[in-house]
Every structure is written in structure tokens, then in C-alpha cells.
């Protein structure tokens, strides 16, 4: 019993990493309707940056390390969004071309990070060693850390869209890009402000699991494919969806891997996500129309 209490919090602590990633992507769907996906790439950029700056090449302390990765991931965002996305909107089917560009670039960056970093997996540090005992059970002292700082980024983010005058205005974009024209909102501010943010958060992400999993340069893909199983099960464009679906699939994730091993998790979370498809299309808090934060 003590070993599926390990497995769970495990589990958890992840689920609270991906649902991060997941918020990004949502975001991104929810007020662009861009299905970004170099998501995953970009994820293991911010990894790959994370690690020149520590321990890498710099040799940073880590706070130092994260106050320079935020605004490099969120310029790289910007201007992925300025300059490859934004003359798309101009052409007809323009969601389509743009979902085209975006993997075009997951695979330039899958490669990019090939040539700079070498095949070779680059270990990661954890920044807290040792274990802490809650109920008695001795759980990963990073892991416990890495919960309480993705429930941290979860919250301030929940605060900033429903607290702010910025986040009411990428809630009217989510909802109604026209209306959000005509009442003066910069609509190309809020899409570069959202694409910037969904890369810190998914650069951060890649920060954050780096010493639980060792950072490659195709090591996005599989963050990226739960991610999006998290979104399209919370409901396309909500974040709040997008939360409790990671959760939710992180207990799922738990439970198999304790039982069947890890191998079967994609699986089973694939089938998952039929399931409750097939009972509710719009997921778990979708209302049929995407929403920025509900």
C-alpha cells in the first residue's frame, strides 16, 4: 500500500506539471483557435535552455536560471506568433495553414535541438534531494516541490484571467473575437500575449520534469500528446477543463502504472478519452463553444 501511495503522489505531482502544459495549449486554442503544434518542441527548448543556463554551460543558480529563461521563452513565443502566424490570418483557411507551419516547426526545432545537443539525453538535477514523509509514507521531496509550484502557477494564472482587466480581455477574445474588436481591444496584442505565455508555460514545464525525465531532442512529443488528450478531454479551450482533466488522468495514470507499468498509460488514457467522449463530446466542462477560462 505504501508503494501505490509513492505511485499516486508521483502520479499527482505530474498530472500538476501537465495540466500547466495543458493551460498553454488551451489558451492558445481558445482565443487564436490555433492548434499549436510545436508545443512539444518548444517544451523541450525551454528544457534545453533551462540546462545551458544551469548546469549546461552558465553554471546560473537556478533562480537566476528562471528569471532569464521567462522572457527568452516568452520573446520566442511573440515573435513565433508575429512573424509565422499572424500574415496567415490574412489568407483563406488560415487555421488549417497555420497548424501546417506550427508542425513544420516541431520538427525544426526537433532537429535544431538534435544538432546543438547531440542525441545523447542530458541529465537534469534536481534542485531538492532527499524525501519527506506525509502519512507516513516517504514521498520525493522534488516531486512534493514540483506539486506546490505547478499548483502555484495554476492558481496565479486563474487569478490573473478572472482578476485583471489584461485577463478579462483574453476572456473576450475567447469568447468573441469580433465583439472583442468593436468594444477596442487590441485583438493581435491579446494573440501574441497568449502565444508568448502558453510557450513560458510549456518552456517552464520543460524545466520542472527535466530531472524526473532526462531531456532529448524528440522528448516533447509525448508531453505534448498528453496535453493535448488533457484539452480535448476538458473541453477544447477551457482552462479550468484542462486542469481537472490533468488531474483526473494523473490519478488514471497512477493507478496503471502501479498495476500494468507504464507502457499502458497512453493507452489507457487514449481510451479514456473515448469514454467520456462518447458520453459527453464537449468534455468534462466544455460547453460546445470554446471559453478562455471556464
Known amino acids: 500500500m505504501e508503494q501505490f501511495f509513492a505511485v499516486l503522489f508521483g502520479g499527482i505531482a505530474q498530472a500538476a506539471v501537465y495540466s500547466i502544459i495543458a493551460v498553454g495549449l488551451s489558451l492558445v486554442y481558445g482565443t487564436a483557435r490555433t492548434l499549436n503544434f510545436a508545443y512539444g518542441g518548444l517544451y523541450t527548448t525551454g528544457a534545453y535552455i533551462s540546462w545551458v543556463l544551469t548546469v549546461g554551460y552558465l553554471g546560473l543558480p537556478l533562480w537566476l536560471a528562471v528569471l532569464l529563461l521567462i522572457p527568452i521563452l516568452f520573446f520566442i513565443g511573440v515573435a513565433i506568433e508575429r512573424f509565422m502566424l499572424r500574415p496567415l490570418r490574412r489568407g483563406r483557411n488560415w487555421k488549417v495553414t497555420a497548424m501546417m507551419v506550427t508542425l513544420g516547426l516541431a520538427f525544426v526545432l526537433d532537429n535544431a535541438n538534435l544538432i546543438l545537443f547531440g542525441a545523447v539525453a542530458k541529465p537534469m538535477p534536481a534542485f531538492i534531494d532527499g524525501t519527506v514523509s506525509i502519512f507516513g509514507v516517504a514521498v520525493s521531496a522534488y516531486r512534493l516541490a514540483v506539486l506546490i509550484i505547478a499548483l502555484l502557477i495554476v492558481a496565479a494564472l ?4 478572472n482578476r485583471t482587466r489584461f485577463g478579462w480581455a483574453v476572456r473576450a477574445v475567447a469568447q468573441d473575437i469580433q465583439g472583442a474588436r468593436q468594444v477596442g481591444i487590441d485583438v493581435n496584442r ?84 473515448l469514454l467520456v467522449l462518447m458520453i459527453r463530446p464537449q468534455g468534462l466542462l466544455g460547453r460546445g463553444q470554446t471559453e478562455a477560462a471556464g
Open 158 to 161: 486563474e487569478l490573473f484571467l
Open 190 to 273: 491579446i494573440f501574441s500575449f497568449t502565444f508568448g505565455l502558453s510557450v513560458v508555460l510549456t518552456g517552464c514545464a520543460g524545466l520542472l520534469l527535466s530531472p524526473i525525465f532526462l531531456i532529448s531532442p524528440q522528448g516533447g512529443w509525448e508531453p505534448f500528446l498528453k496535453a493535448f488528450v488533457i484539452v480535448v478531454l476538458g473541453g477544447l479551450g477551457s482552462t479550468r477543463g484542462a486542469v481537472v482533466a490533468a488531474f483526473f488522468l494523473g490519478l488514471v495514470e497512477a493507478a496503471v502504472v502501479y498495476k500494468l507499468g507504464a507502457s499502458w498509460t497512453m493507452p489507457v488514457w487514449l481510451v479514456t478519452l
